[in-house]
């Protein structure tokens, strides 16, 4: 059974800087991995698919990396909408996620 | 635009049952696999079941087996999952979501969310 790790569970960030999330899949999941951002009360937003392909709307400060077991997503100048709950999911086999990031104003 | 948009949760006693909606529209609904994902009250994300597009194929996690159906009106573009034998680590927000166009499992991501459903058992 794959088991989805992400790490840190909180990342402390300033406004403008670079944040760095990762997923770690205990086995390989090729290339099938999504990224979500999710807001108190919302429903999760699909970032990226395919580990590197932003989904419709999802500005360029989002980018995905990674394949096989160890997977990165990157959001480059941090803005204030950007803080929320990040989750990874693999969809190699049945679908799984991460236990989440959370990027809080440092 | 798509929509989703859940209905019938609520408060139910544990061991009893519940049935949930999600309205489509926006798309061609009978083209998309669904699934449902469920949220516990400030914890992760759970995939709960899938449905292929035209309803002949269904999934369940091994949570939910035995106990939830999920089904399709492919003419009425919702969604449902029937709930019985409900138990307290049931209670969560569920969403419907729709599979990803991009993938070349049967499995996907989810492109499009619906807001949720909040089902509750407690005695």
């Known amino acids: 059974e794959i088991v989805m790790t992400q790490s840190p569970a909180t990342l402390s960030v300033s406004p403008g800087e670079r944040a760095t999330l990762s997923c770690r899949a205990s086995q390989s999941v090729s290339s099938n991995l999504a990224w979500y951002q999710q807001k108190p009360g919302q429903a999760p937003r699909l970032l990226i698919y395919?580990?590197?392909t932003r989904a419709t709307g999802i500005p360029a400060r989002f980018s995905g990396s990674g394949s096989g077991t160890e997977f990165t997503l990157t959001i480059s100048s941090l803005q204030s909408e950007d803080f929320a709950v990040y989750y990874c999911?693999?969809?190699?086999?049945?679908?799984?996620f991460g236990q989440g990031t959370k990027v809080e104003i440092k | 635009e798509v929509q989703l948009l859940e209905s019938g949760g609520g408060l139910v006693q544990p061991g009893g049952s519940l049935r949930l909606s999600c309205a489509a529209s926006?798309?061609?609904?009978?083209?998309?696999?669904m699934s449902w994902v469920r949220q516990a009250p400030g914890k992760g994300l759970e995939w709960v079941s899938a449905i292929s597009s035209s309803g002949g194929s269904t999934y369940y996690a091994d949570s939910v087996k035995g106990r939830f159906t999920i089904s399709r009106d492919n003419s009425k573009n919702t969604l449902y999952l029937q709930m019985n034998s409900l138990r307290a680590e049931d209670t969560a927000v569920y969403f419907c979501?729709?599979?990803?166009?991009?993938?070349?499992?049967?499995?996907?991501?989810?492109?499009?969310w619906g807001q949720g459903a909040l089902v509750t058992v407690s005695s």
């Open positions: 926006g798309f061609t609904f009978s083209n998309y696999a």
């Open positions: 999911q693999q969809y190699n086999n049945w679908p799984l």
């Open positions: 395919g580990a590197s």
């Open positions: 979501a729709i599979r990803g166009r991009y993938s070349s499992n049967w499995f996907s991501y989810f492109e499009y």
